[in-house]
C-alpha cells in the first residue's frame, strides 16, 4: 500500500502526456506552433517575443523558440547548437541532424535535455528544449513524442 501512495504521488507531480489539457503556443513573428503539456506555467514574454519558458513541478522546463538563420543553414545551426550544449557541459548520447529537422539529447547532473528544431520559412528555425530530472525519463517519453510531432511550421508550405 505504501508503495501504490508514493507511485501516485510522483504521478501528481509529472504532467500527463495523454491529458486533454495541452496548450498550443503559436508565435506568429517566426511562425511556428507547438503543444505544452498541462502543469506547465507560461512566462511573460521576452522583448523580442521570439518564444516562450514554461516551467513545471520539480524544476522541469520547456523553452520554445524562433532564430533567424542568417550565416548558416539550418544544419549548421543544429550543429552549432549541439557543440554549445557540449561546451555547457551537457554529455550528449544522441544527435541527428537531417536538412530540415534535428533532434539532440544528453544529460548533465541528473538531469535531461531533449532539443528539437525544425526548418521554418524565410530563413528561420524553430526550437524546443525540454529539460527534466533523468529518473522521469520513463514518464517524460511520451511527453516528448507528442511535443516532437506538434513543432510545426505555420502559415507556408513547408
Known amino acids: 500500500m505504501r508503495y501504490f501512495l508514493m507511485v501516485?504521488?510522483?504521478?501528481?507531480?509529472?504532467?500527463?502526456?495523454?491529458?486533454?489539457?495541452?496548450?498550443?503556443?503559436?508565435?506568429?513573428?517566426?511562425?511556428?506552433?507547438?503543444?505544452?503539456?498541462p502543469g506547465f506555467k507560461m512566462a511573460r514574454a521576452p522583448d523580442n517575443d521570439d518564444g516562450r519558458t514554461f516551467t513545471?513541478?520539480?524544476g522541469d522546463r520547456i523553452l520554445v523558440f524562433g532564430t533567424n538563420l542568417l550565416d548558416t543553414a539550418f544544419e549548421g545551426e543544429a550543429s552549432n547548437r549541439?557543440?554549445?550544449?557540449?561546451?555547457?557541459?551537457?554529455?550528449i548520447s544522441y544527435s541527428r541532424v537531417e536538412a530540415d529537422w534535428a533532434s539532440y539529447s544528453g544529460a548533465k547532473d541528473g538531469r535531461i535535455l531533449y532539443v528539437r528544431g525544425v526548418q521554418l520559412c524565410d530563413d528561420a528555425a524553430a526550437f524546443m528544449m525540454i529539460e527534466y530530472r533523468g529518473r522521469d525519463l520513463k514518464a517524460y517519453d511520451a511527453i516528448v513524442k507528442r511535443m516532437v510531432a506538434s513543432l510545426k511550421p505555420v502559415g507556408c508550405a513547408r
Request: no cysteine; charged share 15%.
Open 8 to 37: 501516485l504521488a510522483w504521478l501528481a507531480t509529472v504532467p500527463a502526456a495523454s491529458a486533454a489539457e495541452w496548450q498550443t503556443y503559436s508565435n506568429a513573428r517566426f511562425g511556428y506552433r507547438v503543444e505544452v503539456p
Open 56 to 58: 513545471g513541478a520539480n
Open 82 to 91: 549541439i557543440m554549445q550544449a557540449m561546451d555547457d557541459g551537457w554529455q
